[in-house]
Nanobody, 129 residues
Framework: QVQLVESGGGLVQPGGSLRLSCAAS????????MGWFRQAPGKEREFVAA????????YYAGSVKGRFTISRDNAKNTVYLQMNSLKPEDTAVYVC??????????????????????WGQGTQVTVSS
């Protein structure tokens, strides 16, 4: 069982930066792959970034690649999403999620929200001038 709590969202100007944090419960969080998803008003939930249990494998949506960085600190049971060069189109509720990998880290699974078992409540990110 994993519980997730996001923080770090807020209002920033285009071109600005934010770092989101996802605090996870339990010592076994290191056995889970973690992902960030986002949902904007009137749009479907979309994949943003994912990271495997060790941090050695990462995936990014094409729209954020080169601007966002996902990382994790298993000693702190925390996953981060560093967001740079933010654009208005990045405005959304950002949610972190966890899945037991079972040593399966295929991109098709890591980027599919339906494959994740636990979800946080989300944190709002608004990019506007």
């Amino acid at each position: 069982q994993v519980q997730l709590v996001e923080s770090g969202g807020g209002l920033v100007q285009p071109g600005g930066s934010l770092r989101l944090s996802c605090a996870a419960s339990g010592r076994t969080v290191s056995s889970y792959g973690m992902g960030w998803f986002r949902q904007a008003p009137g749009k479907e939930r979309e994949f943003v970034a994912a990271i495997n249990w060790s941090g050695g494998i990462t995936y990014y949506a094409g729209s954020v690649k080169g601007r966002f960085t996902i990382s994790r600190d298993n000693a702190k049971n925390t996953v981060y999403l560093q967001m740079n060069s933010l654009k208005p189109e990045d405005t959304a509720v950002y949610v972190c999620a966890a899945r037991w990998e079972g040593f399966i880290t295929a991109q098709a699974l890591m980027t599919d929200s339906r494959k994740y078992d636990y979800w946080g409540q989300g944190t709002q990110v608004t990019v506007s001038s």
